[in-house]
């Protein structure tokens, strides 16, 4: 009849058999954003905050690539800091880029590890002065324009002084020894590279002039010659300006110092 319901037929918007009516809930499922056990949140993000969503912080991002220049130290000093920075502010309102700020700081941790270490090993091989006069009292690797006057060194082989020599091995002058420095001085003129000729003749020079107050001849053999170092143009361009004379010998057996 019309206005009644048939028999296990609902009306419209009215429940039927087992069918909660529409916005009810129904015996056993939950409704949305209800908790469905007591004390459970009813959604929870998975890694305690929310999702990170839009561009990626601009501290992390200059965190890595200054990392990647840490070589420097200025480069290595701002990547810890942005990267630090960049976490703090990651954590207090979720950005992207935490994985960036998180490998700026490694990265630079590695560059910390390598710079120090390359650091001990020089340390290590520099040699070692008394810390009144300057004398060498251990053995090691020293520029040929950080010697002084008195040093004692392994004077490089003729095939070695053609290609240029940067470095000798200072010794104590007690241990033997091939040579001795007995003067250094700067070079006199102006700031352009005076020349290789110009070089030798202002050594030979002023390195004669200075060996008979410096040098003790009684102890100069006739295996020992005198000879002396000079900047190239590459060293004088990087400002290296001055003469060193030294005394040679022809094998390494001088025990002593050979000046007064």
């Not at 003129?189 to 410096?214: E, M």
């Amino acid at each position: 009849m019309p206005g009644q319901a048939q028999f296990g037929q609902p009306q419209f918007g009215q429940p039927g058999f087992g069918q909660p009516p529409f916005g009810q809930q129904q015996f056993g499922q939950p409704q949305f954003g209800q908790p469905t056990l007591p004390g459970q949140a009813p959604y929870t993000y998975p890694y305690g905050g929310p999702p990170a969503t839009g561009r990626a912080n601009g501290l992390a991002i200059a965190s890595f690539v200054l990392s990647l220049l840490g070589f420097t130290l200025i480069t290595l000093f701002l990547s810890v800091i942005f990267g630090i920075i960049a976490l703090v502010k990651i954590r207090a309102q979720p950005q992207r880029g935490k994985g960036l700020a998180i490998a700026g700081l490694v990265i630079s941790g590695l560059w910390i590890v390598l710079i120090g270490g390359l650091i001990a090993i020089g340390a290590a091989s520099s040699p070692q002065r008394s810390s009144g006069a300057g004398q060498v009292t251990r053995a090691g690797t020293a520029s040929v324009f950080s010697l002084r006057t008195g040093d004692c060194f392994q004077n490089p082989s003729a095939s070695q002084a053609l290609s240029g020599v940067t470095d000798v091995t200072v010794v104590p002058c007690t241990e033997a020894h091939n040579a001795q420095v007995f003067a250094v001085f700067r070079v006199a003129g102006g700031s352009s590279y005076p020349g290789v000729a110009a070089l030798h003749q202002q050594a030979a020079k002023g390195c004669r002039a200075r060996i008979n107050d410096n040098v003790d001849r009684s102890q100069v053999t006739n295996s020992m010659t005198l000879r002396y170092l000079y900047p190239e143009a590459d060293s004088w361009a990087s400002g290296h300006r001055a003469i060193t004379c030294l005394i040679a010998d022809s094998s390494a057996d001088i025990t002593k110092s050979l000046l007064r």
